[in-house]
């Protein structure tokens, strides 16, 4: 395999993207490149400082991520949420506070942060990962496609498109998209575009301390929801959660200001010790979002049955999170669709 030129093209080194590629590699097909255009691996699973400000949790139904994690011999463990919660639902009332039922499992985190999960499916792979090239354009030639990145052409049979529909438009292809398919892929709302996360690490869990969980669910306020987010080993104590949105129109320093306060409230001054304070906006990451964000609060519509074709008279298919009909949206979407892509195309 020379450098430019692969049997297939995987576009997009996010968790479908990665799942693929591992699919490939142990069925025995290791004729294929990762193209991705940040500079790093994991696309919307992003951990920093021990904490995840993209894709976090998952739940005992998620079958696709429990049985990648076992293959892979990645662990996982149950998310803290022991003591009292507290609820703000109300300016005008004071906040409640509740405890979750003890017989009731909570979501699972993945240890070492869900980069760990990242990281081990690419490192089979990782020589045929190339990183800070964006694909511009996937046009049809006698033998396969050509993929015109940044970087220049690469050459291919196939190419699997793994990134968010709505940011896959910003590809030319030759020849086109059926137009319907275009107006889906613009209309697929990206999982995580429009989320603002923050994380704030401590010496000391003080809130396990005060018996609380750490957890905070806010329909007003700076924070519409926080949680423990302390490691597996409990020898590194973290808070974590989504702002809320409205924030996104003030300056950094108000917004710290304002969740600080909003959870000194609520969790007591200790908030205010902190070590480190992080935020991660996702409206601003030009891979995951554009111009044009908009906020969903429902589940989105995913896995439309437009993204199971192959299109580019047969080279081209869409994979990711947002194209799977099951748990689409969710890392258990994206891992499935990722194996239902390298199966497919492996077949074609």
Not at 29 to 48: A, H, Q
Not at 315 to 336: C, H, N, Q, R, W
Request: with cysteine; glycine share 8%.
């Amino acid at each position: 395999m020379t450098n430019n030129t692969a049997k297939y093209i995987i576009v997009g080194a996010g968790l479908s993207g990665l799942t693929s590629a591992y699919v490939l590699n142990k069925q025995g097909e290791t004729d294929f490149l990762v193209l991705e255009s940040r500079n790093r691996i994991g696309g919307r699973i992003l951990t920093d400082n021990n904490i995840d400000f993209g894709a976090t949790w998952f739940q005992n139904h998620h079958q696709n991520v429990i049985d990648l994690l076992d293959e892979i011999d990645v662990d996982k463990f149950h998310q803290f949420n022991k003591g009292k919660s507290v609820l703000v639902y109300s300016t005008m009332a004071p906040a409640h506070y509740f405890e979750n039922d003890p017989s009731t499992p909570s979501a699972f985190r993945i240890a070492g942060g869900t980069t760990a999960m990242i990281q081990e499916l690419a490192k089979t792979n990782a020589d045929k990962i190339k990183t800070k090239t964006t694909v511009l354009e996937v046009n049809e030639n006698d033998n396969g496609v050509s993929v015109i990145t940044d970087k220049g052409e690469f050459k291919a049979e196939k190419v699997i498109i793994t990134i968010p529909p709505r940011i896959a438009t910003r590809i030319s292809f030759s020849p086109g998209l059926p137009e319907m398919l275009t107006k889906t892929m613009e209309n697929t709302h990206t999982w995580m575009s429009n989320a603002i996360k923050v994380g704030i690490t401590f010496k000391n869990p003080f809130w396990k301390d005060k018996k609380l969980s750490g957890t905070l669910i806010g329909q007003v306020g700076a924070v519409t929801e926080l949680y423990d987010h302390s490691n597996i080993n409990e020898d590194r104590f973290a808070l974590m959660g989504f702002v809320n949105e409205g924030l996104r129109d003030v300056s950094e320093k108000e917004r710290k200001t304002r969740i600080l306060e909003h959870l000194q409230k609520f969790l007591g001054a200790e908030v205010l010790d902190y070590i480190t304070y992080q935020e991660k906006d996702w409206s601003q990451d030009k891979n995951t979002s554009c111009d044009t964000i908009k906020s969903i609060y429902m589940s989105p519509r995913y896995g439309d049955s437009k993204f199971k074709e192959f299109y580019v008279n047969g080279k081209v298919l869409f994979s990711g999170a947002e194209t799977s009909p099951v748990y689409g949206g969710y890392m258990d979407g994206a891992i499935y669709s990722g194996v239902v892509a390298a199966k497919n195309i492996l077949e074609k």
